[in-house]
């Protein structure tokens, strides 16, 4: 009988980054409540800034390499009002790093308080400037490794 013995890979916690912002009075409806849709725009927001704090931004990714990360699935979980003028938490990380592939989680807060007010997930496939599937490049592939907590 044969069997395949490997040790588990060893994976350390990924690295939280947070952002913050103010709830503009065009994010919110008529009670002065986020409108749903925002959280799923902040979310690019964490995305966005975090790539920033990696060491690059994702201008560079297109423009400098041609990397394009298609959203391919979303989600979002609310769990309970934000409002206008509130101080707001992304706290974004990545859950899962593929060489074509990365899995991205939310959490959204309020600042003086903590109250989570919605937490989320997208996956994004790493296309070239024709639509097509590709590879990130190893410029950037480490440094998304060691934020998901990969060596």
């Known amino acids: 009988m044969k069997t395949d013995s490997r040790p588990l890979q060893t994976t350390a916690q990924p690295q939280v980054f947070e952002t913050r912002l103010r709830v503009?009075?065009?994010?919110?409806?008529?009670?002065?409540?986020?409108y749903h849709s925002n959280f799923i725009v902040w979310f690019e927001v964490g995305r966005v800034e975090m790539m920033r704090e990696l060491g690059f931004t994702y201008s560079e990714m297109e423009q400098q390499d041609?990397?394009?990360?298609?959203v391919v699935d979303v989600r979002c979980r609310y769990?309970?009002?934000?409002?206008?003028?509130?101080?707001?938490?992304?706290?974004?990380?990545?859950?899962?790093?593929?060489?074509?592939?990365?899995?991205?989680?939310?959490?959204?807060?309020?600042?003086?308080d903590r109250t989570v007010l919605a937490e989320g997930e997208s996956v994004h496939m790493v296309l070239d400037s024709q639509f097509k599937r590709t590879r990130l490049s190893q410029k950037y592939l480490p440094l998304f490794f060691k934020a998901a907590g990969r060596s």
């Open 24 to 34: 503009r009075y065009a994010e919110t409806d008529q009670m002065r409540v986020v």
């Open 79 to 112: 769990k309970a009002p934000a409002r206008y003028d509130d101080l707001v938490v992304i706290r974004t990380w990545l859950m899962n790093v593929r060489d074509s592939l990365l899995h991205f989680g939310y959490e959204v807060l309020r600042d003086d």
């Open 66 to 70: 041609g990397a394009h990360l298609a």
